[in-house]
């Protein structure tokens, strides 16, 4: 199969179906990091999208008229590729090594958890699992009041399991 003809299917399936990076890629013989780059060059850059919320509010069309009043350009050509040129996915951390199926259940009990406060062991058990994942350092936060970082953590994470599972 060609290239051009595989990311058209790719593409294809990303749009139209809920299954998972790693399953598309299984049925098209390519990696899943294959399909996850095909998958962001989809997503509509930041710049498009502030476009399509401008106008959607009537901010563009307020901005033209008074821009047209003053004759003066308002900018927001500019202001929109300079946006676009910004890789912005949630400050993205690259997945280094592929969870295996007990870390995938490992993170499940962690994004599963209501956690009102976290405990040394915790914050050991989700410093371990992100190191292991995203192969950062390994250092556990001292204190357990600590709660916004460990959430944060627990997020990216969250993120791989969703990227790594089939959607429910």
């Known amino acids: 199969m060609q ?3 595989l990311e058209k299917k790719v593409n294809e399936m990303l749009t139209t179906t809920e299954l998972s990076c790693t399953e598309i890629g299984k049925m098209f013989g390519v990696s ?8 962001r060059k989809l997503q509509v850059p930041l710049g498009d ?6 106008k959607a509010t009537g901010i563009k ?3 033209e ?17 300079e946006l676009n040129s910004i890789d912005v996915p949630f400050l993205r951390l690259k997945v280094v090594r592929e969870p295996t199926e007990a870390d995938i259940d490992e993170i499940y009990s962690l994004i599963s958890a209501d956690f ?3 405990d040394r062991p915790t914050r050991e058990r989700i410093e371990r699992m992100r190191s292991k994942i995203f192969n950062v350092r390994y250092s556990v936060l001292s204190c357990p009041s600590c709660g916004r970082i460990m959430n ?3 997020l990216e994470l969250k993120r791989v399991f969703d990227a790594y599972t089939e959607p429910i």
């Open 3 to 5: 290239r051009e003809e």
């Open 32 to 39: 899943r990091q294959k399909v996850d780059s095909l998958k």
């Open 49 to 54: 999208k502030v476009e399509e919320f401008t």
């Open 61 to 63: 069309k307020v901005v």
């Open 65 to 81: 008229v008074v821009s047209d009043l003053v004759n003066k350009d308002c900018g927001c050509k500019k202001r929109k590729d």
């Open 116 to 118: 009102k406060t976290f």
């Open 152 to 154: 944060k953590r627990i």
